[in-house]
């Protein structure tokens, strides 16, 4: 089993930054994908930003050039840095990893306010 914690939610003013870690930890194999999740009340759970264990990501045209992913294999690590952000960008943040399963952390919450 993996185990998925996410930190670095919290309260941001609109154009302000926020860096969201998650990490991950138990009977590890090899970690293929990581990624980004959110979700805001009433609306389905949208893919943020993705990222493989080389390092190709993949971003939601609604954060590209202004949230980064990145990863630490060794450290088995992955961050989401948010930047210019906005208060449609207020929603449950949840890390994912697909190892030999898939596996979701339990959320961290960012809210924007206006």
């Known amino acids: 089993q993996v185990q998925l914690v996410e930190s670095g939610g919290g309260l941001v003013q609109a154009g302000g930054s926020l860096r969201l870690s998650c990490a991950a930890s138990?009977?590890?194999?090899?970690?293929?994908?990581m990624g980004w999740y959110r979700q805001s009340p009433g609306k389905e759970r949208e893919r943020v930003a993705t990222?493989?264990?080389?390092?190709?990501?993949n971003v939601a045209d609604s954060v590209k050039g202004r949230f980064f992913i990145s990863r630490d294999n060794a450290k088995n690590m992955v961050y989401l840095q948010m930047n210019s952000l906005k208060p449609e960008d207020t929603a449950v943040y949840y890390c994912?990893?697909?190892?030999?399963?898939?596996?979701w952390g339990q959320g961290t919450q960012v809210t924007v306010s206006s």
């Open positions: 994912r990893a697909l190892d030999l399963k898939d596996y």
């Open positions: 138990g009977t590890i194999f090899s970690i293929s994908v």
């Open positions: 990222i493989s264990r080389g390092g190709t990501t």
